[in-house]
């Protein structure tokens, strides 16, 4: 059974950057389409970011992009989000998932329902 672990969050400062990355455990990444998802108090589970099985075809929420690149190396079985120019608007728990290849990435990132295994989060705090 895939499990999943992240790492790398923290606190940052406003401008700052910050990578994470979640290592696979179980089975390998290369079957699964993978995201990063993050949710705010208060808020619901939002997609971050998400990328095909092949790495060549990738989806950024408006609110990250230009500032957030995800990446894979499936023979590491390792997923990264590296994360540039954070605002205080994205302290939230950041979560990577992982989910069979059942509709497109896009369609994917905009439901979390999609995907079947999730790590336990990573908190990430954008403060002064």
Not at 2 to 22: I, K, T
Not at 39 to 51: D, F, L, T
Not at 89 to 103: N, Q
Request: proline residues 5%; charged residues 15%; hydrophobic residues 30%.
């Amino acid at each position: 059974q895939l499990q999943l672990a992240e790492s790398g969050g923290g606190l940052v400062q406003p401008g700052g950057s910050l990578r994470l990355s979640c290592v696979a455990s179980g089975s390998t990444l290369d079957p699964y389409r993978i995201g990063w998802f993050r949710q705010a108090p208060g808020k619901e589970r939002e997609g971050v970011s998400c990328i095909s099985r092949s790495g060549r075809t990738t989806n950024y929420a408006d609110s990250v992009k230009g500032r957030f690149t995800i990446s894979r190396d499936n023979a590491k079985a390792t997923m990264y989000l590296q994360m540039n120019s954070l605002k205080p608007e994205d302290t939230a728990v950041y979560y990577c998932a992982a989910g069979p290849h059942i509709s497109t990435v896009q369609t994917m990132c905009l439901m979390p329902s999609l995907f079947t295994s999730w790590g336990r989060g990573t908190q990430v705090t954008v403060s002064s």
